[in-house]
């Protein structure tokens, strides 16, 4: 099968190169950003409970299926269903997960880089020592005051749009490598800093609290699928996206080894930057509930006060940034992929391409938070930000996810997957075939349909 492998074959020239660009695109907004808000929005404790165990039962397994699908295709996540099904003579309408992960990752990325502006606009506002001695106040005047504000929000989004452009345009790999080496531990020990401040500021205790005693009453049905839906964003599966990656790295990769390195990476930094954003939250007072806003209405009151502030203030968003850049990269590689493989088109034409479209549509999200705030989804009172962090999440992400397990548990022949995955036990392969075949498709299923008669039955 190697002579499909194109001129990109040597894309990771080893199996650490894999793990770090693979964590790249795991670990963005979706840990720094997004789990502490929505965690707090859910009520905390058994929502992360249940997020925890989405990871395991079903993240895990969709993960390592999703990379051992790109090494066994060895070609976008399109073509490699394609000619993974043509030569076991399966049917190729299991390819739609791979058109379904390109429409997906148009709509993600619009709206990511829409969030990755705000960073962007924070770097330079800690940096210029704005919030120097700021109380929490101060903090959250300004957010709002930002957001009001469309073109500021258009302008740092499109600046983030163009950068990632570039940068998905030279198609790097050694400056991949480069940012998650030295950024990922960066990240991490400023994440230590900010829970010192939070030990200091004494709302440390209550944040652990929080984020780690489940309370069951307050766990909605919604919860559950807000729950499982983060595990495959934050794990960036369920478009392609991994499954991209992984059709270049070399063969000789352990598939399982590398799922748990990232797996358990990506979670131990979501958990930081809650127990981080959550330290502040109450030391001040201020809401957990608090929405998309949280991270820039705690994170610079803690950098404000403390000595040096500013100038770690503003690593620190940097940092977020180059996290969100090293995942916004990933959620263009299915696109570009396919594209070079079925078009002329340089890599640079279809990134340009995939930009303008992304700015068009995050146009919508731009607004979302100031102008068109009020204009709403009938039914589900979703602004056009929220419909598509939605539709993504709660939908297009697992159900890919789903199918993809499917794919790996049902589709495949048994004994390719197996050697693929070096299961030589007849434990270990039952083991694998009952998780991936039925566990983590039905509990997915199980899930949706929790929630579908949960909203009819709202609605009726
Ligand atoms: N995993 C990324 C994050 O947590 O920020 C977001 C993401 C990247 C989602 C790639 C989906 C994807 F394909």
Known sequence: MSEQVTERSDMWSNSYIFVLAAAGSAVG???????????????????????????????????????????????????????????????????????????????????????????????????????????????GEAFGAFLADPMQVLLWFSIFMVITIFFVARGVTRGLELCVRYSMPAVFVLLLILIGYGIHAGGFIESMAFLFTPDFSSLSPQAILIALGHAFFTLSLGMGAIMAYGAYVPQDVSVGTTTFTIAILDTVLALLAGLAIFAIVFAYGLVP?????????????????????????????????????????????????????????????????????????????????????????AFFEWTFFDSLDKLTQLVLLPLGGMLIALIVGHVLPKAVVYEELGLIREKAQQSWSYIVGYVTPIAVFAVFIIEAIREIQAHL
Not at 54 to 73: F, N, R, T, W, Y
Not at 114 to 130: D, H, K, M, N, T
Request: charged share 10%; hydrophobic share 55%; aromatic share 12%.
């Open 29 to 139: 907004l979706g840990n720094i950003w997004k789990f502490p808000y929505i965690a707090g929005e859910n009520g905390g404790g058994a929502f992360v409970l249940v997020y925890l165990i989405c990871i395991a039962v079903i993240g895990i397994p969709v993960m390592a299926s999703e990379i051992m699908l790109g090494k066994l295709g060895r070609a976008s996540p399109i073509q490699a269903l394609l000619n993974l099904t043509r030569k076991h003579n399966r049917s190729t309408n299991w390819s739609i997960v791979g058109y379904m992960g390109v429409v997906t990752g148009f709509l993600i990325l619009s709206f990511y880089a829409v969030i990755a502006g705000w960073v962007c606009y924070y770097i330079v506002r800690l940096f210029s020592g704005e919030f120097t001695g700021a109380d929490a106040n101060a903090v």
């Open 289 to 377: 509930g608090a929405g998309p806003g949280l991270l820039f209405e705690t994170v610079p009151i803690a950098f404000g006060n403390l000595p040096g502030g500013a100038l770690f203030g503003g690593l620190f968003f940097l940092l977020v940034a180059l996290a969100a850049l090293t995942s916004a990269i990933s959620i263009s590689e299915p696109v570009i992929a396919y594209v070079s493989e079925r078009s002329r088109l340089t890599r640079a034409q279809i990134a340009v391409i995939i930009g303008v479209v992304c700015w068009v549509l995050g146009v919508g999200s731009v607004l979302s938070f100031n102008v068109w705030s009020d204009v709403k989804l």
